[in-house]
């Protein structure tokens, strides 16, 4: 069967599933099983990062999965207490290792404002992606000044970034500042961690498509061009939250999400988290 997730081209050429498998917040031991499931259920694409101590369980999952490596995209991350060239290089490594190979897009997974050295991160990014350690290298967590600062001051224009979005954060400023540069959007936590679901409004459309509140959420993303990866542990909400190019949202119903923007975030913002594992958040 052909698979129904449409392919996003990036920026070099490189081809990602628009919809993947998240794995933040699933423990390790549980990792491997729940990324078996995922490939089962259809994902094709697993976004993972150095931060959630699961990229070693990515790999055997996807070792033990029948799979050939190239039907499979994985994304991780570079820690934030690896901006430093030296640690990125000794960190990349390290993500390598891991999952078995090189990977197929490698993030900097947030740009640490306050330590101020993303722009030299960046280079270090790039000759990560000169030596063949990753297809694609692209961004997290940026905001529009950081951005302009690597496209000002470095050579790779970033193939993604991957930022918090959903119907109640739309992000449209960034999102199309991102469209502008051909910067791919990512968006992190699409169903807000749950938040939405309780929503009236994406609740009825829920009832006007026969399609659960998740579905709408998720819809709503590819319709308007996002990747995704929502993360789930229990196999029959993978299958449901992959099961969105069967039905279509209306103009109307659209523009009913849109109006949900109240620009709250449930993560931290970008501007002032520079937050370092192992030291006090
Ligand atoms: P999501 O918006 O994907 O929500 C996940 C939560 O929703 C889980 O509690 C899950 O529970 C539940 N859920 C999933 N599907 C359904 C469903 N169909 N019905 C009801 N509940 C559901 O949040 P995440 O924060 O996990 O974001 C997704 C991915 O984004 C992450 O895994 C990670 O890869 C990435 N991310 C990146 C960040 C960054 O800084 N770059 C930050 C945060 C996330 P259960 O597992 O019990 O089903």
Request: proline fraction near 7%; charged fraction near 20%.
């Amino acid at each position: 069967m052909t698979s129904p997730i449409p392919q996003i081209t990036l920026n070099n050429g490189v081809t990602i599933p628009q919809v993947g498998f998240g794995v933040f917040q699933i423990p390790p031991e549980e990792t491997t099983d729940a990324v078996l499931a995922a490939l089962e259920a259809g994902y094709r694409h697993i976004d993972t990062a150095q931060m959630y101590g699961n990229e070693k369980q990515v790999g055997e999952a996807i070792a033990q999965s029948g799979l050939d490596r190239s039907e499979i995209f994985v994304t991780s991350k570079l820690n934030n207490d690896s901006h430093d060239p030296a640690a990125a290089k000794a960190a990349t490594a390290r993500s390598v290792e891991a999952l078995n190979g090189p990977m197929d897009l490698y993030l900097v997974h947030w740009p640490m404002p306050a330590v101020g050295d993303y722009v030299d991160t960046w280079r270090a990014m790039e000759e990560a992606l000169a030596d063949e350690q990753t297809r694609a290298i692209g961004v997290s967590n940026f905001q529009i000044a950081h951005l302009e600062r690597l496209l000002d001051e470095t050579d790779v224009v970033p193939a993604v970034n991957q930022i918090e979005v959903h119907p109640y954060l739309a992000q449209e400023p960034l999102r199309a500042f991102g469209a502008q540069n051909a910067i791919a959007t990512e968006a992190w936590s699409p169903i807000a961690r749950g938040a939405v679901l309780d929503d009236p409004v994406l609740q009825q459309i829920a009832g006007e498509t026969g399609r659960t509140v998740a579905q709408v959420a998720l819809r709503w993303h590819v319709q308007r061009g996002d990747i995704v990866f929502p993360k789930s542990t229990h196999p029959q909400r993978m299958a449901e939250n992959l099961a969105l190019f069967d039905f279509a949202l209306s103009d109307d119903q659209m523009s009913r999400i849109n109006g949900l923007n109240t620009g709250e975030r449930i993560g931290p913002n970008p501007d002032d988290f520079n937050w370092i594992p192992g030291t006090p958040r």
